[in-house]
């Protein structure tokens, strides 16, 4: 597997024309509610997933399928149109592979959007949420064989949100006289939404919101000692009453904050 990643990075790198010189500053993946970010990044060069060996392709509808490069609010990045997920039947380790290929392309911040059933009952759809910390309940992406060239062993979790990524994150989000909530993001398998006794044990534990993606690709980029900062759109609060949620509802949420999000993040990487 590290032998793919280095091959992975390789391509990519080579694709896109990065070089030494010109490593991206960020990797952000866009997940529901900052798709539209692409419009507001400077391409420089583009790559689709299908385009490269052997990489796992996203089948969830409203994820494109590239990296773009170029520059965002001053900074060089490199962004994830559409990410995979374990649901869609992809080992966990093909999961958190296109974040390690970012990793290693040279960037210091990773920024990983996502969207969450909100728990905590202060919330209402469409609010943001920078995380401050998470429960995983999805595989860890470092079962297997350690590489110890990206990282150790038993890496550290004390932190795996960034605070100071955190209270900039606030900043940014005072002076354009946007509410940023801050919480724990309960990250599970899915595909299926959760069942009211779920949701009341995600609350019991500690969860302030809850979605199927975002804690294996953390994991994966602090093993790689690259700082990170999560943000979650919160698309409905889940009661624990057993109210149906479907899939449009979740991608019409994403749409209504698109603007709010997409402006936050723009600054907020200007003033990495």
């Known amino acids: 597997m590290s032998e793919r990643i280095r091959n992975t990075t390789s391509f990519i790198r080579n694709r896109l024309g990065i070089n030494a010189s010109a ?3 960020a990797g952000i993946v866009l997940g529901s509610g900052l798709g539209a970010l692409t419009e507001r990044i400077d391409t420089i060069a583009a790559l689709s997933y299908s ?35 374990y649901y869609e039947g ?24 996502n969207a969450a059933g909100g ?13 401050e910390d998470h429960i995983n309940l999805i595989p860890n992406p470092l079962i297997g064989p350690n590489d ?30 946007a509410v940023l909530h801050q919480g724990v993001y309960v990250g599970t398998t899915g595909p299926s939404y959760e069942t009211p006794a779920e949701v009341r044990y995600f609350r019991q534990i500690g969860g302030d919101a809850v979605g199927m993606s975002t804690t294996p690709e953390v994991i994966a980029a602090r093993h790689r000692r690259v700082r990170v900062f999560g943000l979650s759109l ?10 149906k949620l479907t899939h449009d509802e979740v991608i ?10 997409c402006a936050l993040v723009e600054r907020f990487v200007a003033e990495l």
């Open 119 to 131: 728990l905590n009952p202060g919330f209402a759809a469409g609010d943001m949420m920078a995380i």
């Open 51 to 85: 385009e490269i060996p052997d990489f796992p392709r996203s089948t969830v509808e409203g994820h494109k399928g590239r990296f773009i490069y170029g520059m965002l609010g001053g900074r060089r990045v490199i962004a994830m149109e559409g990410r995979v997920h």
């Open 252 to 261: 019409a949420a994403g749409r209504e904050a698109t603007p709010r999000m």
């Open 148 to 177: 110890p060239e990206a990282g150790v062993r038993f890496p550290d979790m004390s932190e795996p949100y960034d605070r100071q990524l955190i209270a900039q994150a606030r900043r940014v989000a005072e002076a354009q006289g």
């Open 23 to 25: 490593s991206p500053e």
């Open 90 to 113: 992809y080992p966990i380790r093909e999961v958190v592979l296109p974040v390690q290929a970012m990793c290693d392309l040279g960037i210091g911040t990773l920024i990983v959007s």
């Open 234 to 243: 919160i698309t409905n609060v889940l009661t624990g009453t057993g109210v």
